[in-house]
């Protein structure tokens, strides 16, 4: 089965504390990629991180950095010093080699409280 | 151009009418995709295409709904005698390779009435 799964429909964090999003996902595949996307009310997506299953290291671009666990197909996204801007609903996705597709979570809407 | 373009923005149409729904993506970008997102769901993969073939229809609701590619470039999702649950934000996306992640256009919101 194709699947990703986001257990938190909404969360809210205060402005500059961190908070995590979760996401699980289910794969026969030894190699595949990871992603995180934003989506503001715009409605445009936007590549937030991307990891790659075969590397051990977690991913990291400036305020947003990965949790990835292989064995438990897991791959929560920590935002720390939350700003108003990252506002937005955030989607997890994977991509299956063999069906050559993106496969998304159903979103986790986040709130931030200034 | 510099990013994936969608025309148009948003769409109203009448029940029982057809569409047509454009997409442009980043030049080079070789593998192109169309997702349907309904009022505050996930994304719905609909279509796949690598050059002008399109591998994987499978996402395809019915039959009303077709695509096309043409010189490895354009393309142009088109739904035929439209239905109110038709009505959502069709999203297209491009990348250059496949681990690289899609890059999106804005969306065309269609809405059936």
């Known amino acids: 089965a194709q699947t990703v799964t986001q257990s938190q429909p909404e969360m809210s964090v205060q402005e500059a504390e961190t908070v995590t999003l979760s996401c699980t996902y289910d794969t026969s595949e030894s190699d595949y990629y990871l992603f995180w996307y934003k989506q503001p009310p715009s409605r445009q997506m936007i590549l937030v991180i991307r990891?790659?299953?075969?590397?051990?290291q977690n991913a990291t671009e400036n305020r947003f950095s990965v949790n990835f666990q292989k064995a438990a197909k897991s791959f929560s996204l920590k935002i720390s010093d939350s700003q108003l801007g990252d506002a937005a609903m955030y989607f997890c996705a994977q991509f299956f080699q063999g069906a050559q597709k993106l496969v998304f979570g159903q979103g986790t809407r986040l709130t931030i409280n200034p | 151009g510099a990013g994936v373009s969608q025309s148009p923005s948003n769409k109203v149409t009448e029940k029982g009418k057809d569409v047509e729904l454009r997409c442009d993506p980043i030049?080079?970008?070789?593998?192109l995709y169309w997702y349907r997102q309904s009022l505050g769901q996930g994304l719905e993969f609909l279509i796949y295409?690598?050059?002008?073939?399109?591998?994987?229809k499978s996402g395809l609701p019915s039959d009303r709904f077709s695509a096309e590619r043409t010189g490895g470039s354009v393309s142009t999702l088109t739904i035929q005698r439209t239905q109110q649950e038709d009505s959502a934000v069709y999203l297209c996306?491009?990348?250059?390779?496949?681990?690289?992640?899609?890059?999106f256009g804005s969306g065309t919101r269609l809405t059936v009435v």
């Open positions: 990891q790659e299953a075969y590397k051990q």
């Open positions: 030049s080079g970008h070789t593998a």
């Open positions: 996306a491009s990348s250059r390779w496949t681990g690289s992640g899609y890059t």
């Open positions: 295409f690598q050059g002008n073939s399109a591998p994987d």
